[in-house]
């Protein structure tokens, strides 16, 4: 089943605590994407990735990294957590080209206390 | 830069009425328009999309048309169901780079 999976559903961790949201997809995706949804603020996208070794900033980079070493995988990484990091994430991908129909995971849930 | 703006609050509504989620862009060149749905508990999915001037998406019942003239995408349905109580989202992905920029959603409530 073509599927984007996101690991851990669910997270409760604590400001400061180093923490990695990992997203694999199956379907030979080049473009991959993380999003933070936020009440009132609809989605944001974070950073993407075009192809491996390839990534970029999207629109509110700030406290996150990524990388793209294998094409189906692209981890979220919070190196220093912070409460306004309290958020749903979500990965997403595509086959490149921008006519392409996004592919999201079913979301994480972080909470940085 | 690239942004879309969709009309303000929730819209709550009767099963079998008319629903409409105004959606306006601003883009450089000819950007690919879509409307993504959100279920409750789950991620975003392709409701349906639009890739030129006046080219018309459609899908279970929703349509949209791509009007360059009024940058706009209004999702349309004429006669919803419970079912479709659900977050809406208008996009844009602009060709020059291959980003996705997202409106802030809307939530549909239908009512039986």
């Known amino acids: 089943e073509a599927q984007v999976t996101q690991n851990p559903r669910y997270l409760i961790t604590v400001t400061g605590k180093k923490l990695t949201v990992t997203c694999s997809q199956n379907?030979?995706?080049?473009?991959m994407s993380w999003y933070r949804q936020d009440p009132g603020l609809g989605l944001r996208q974070i950073y993407y990735?075009?192809?491996?070794?390839?990534?970029d900033k999207g629109d509110v980079p700030e406290g996150y990294k990524v990388s793209r070493k294998e094409k189906r995988n692209f981890p979220l990484i919070l190196e220093s957590p912070s409460p306004n990091q309290t958020s749903l994430y979500f990965c997403?991908?595509?086959?490149?080209?921008?006519?392409?129909?996004?592919?999201f995971g079913e979301g994480s849930r972080l909470t940085v206390l | 830069g690239n942004s879309v703006t969709q009309m303000e609050g929730p819209v709550t509504l009767s099963e079998e009425a008319f629903l409409t989620i105004n959606c306006t862009y601003t883009?450089?060149?000819?950007?690919?328009l879509f409307w993504y749905v959100q279920y409750p508990g789950e991620g975003l999915q392709l409701l349906l999309k639009?890739?030129?001037?006046?080219d018309k998406g459609s899908n279970k019942g929703f349509e949209a048309t791509y009007r360059k003239e009024t940058t706009s995408f209004h999702l349309e349905k004429g006669s919803v169901q419970v079912s479709d109580s659900a977050v809406y989202f208008c996009?844009?992905?602009?060709?020059?780079?291959?980003?996705?920029?997202f409106g802030k959603g809307n939530q549909v409530v239908v009512i039986p």
């Open positions: 997403a991908s595509k086959l490149g080209g921008p006519t392409g129909e996004l592919f």
């Open positions: 379907m030979n995706h080049e473009y």
């Open positions: 990735s075009m192809n491996v070794e390839v990534t």
């Open positions: 883009a450089t060149g000819y950007p690919s």
């Open positions: 639009a890739t030129k001037a006046d």
């Open positions: 996009a844009l992905s602009d060709k020059g780079n291959n980003r996705l920029a």
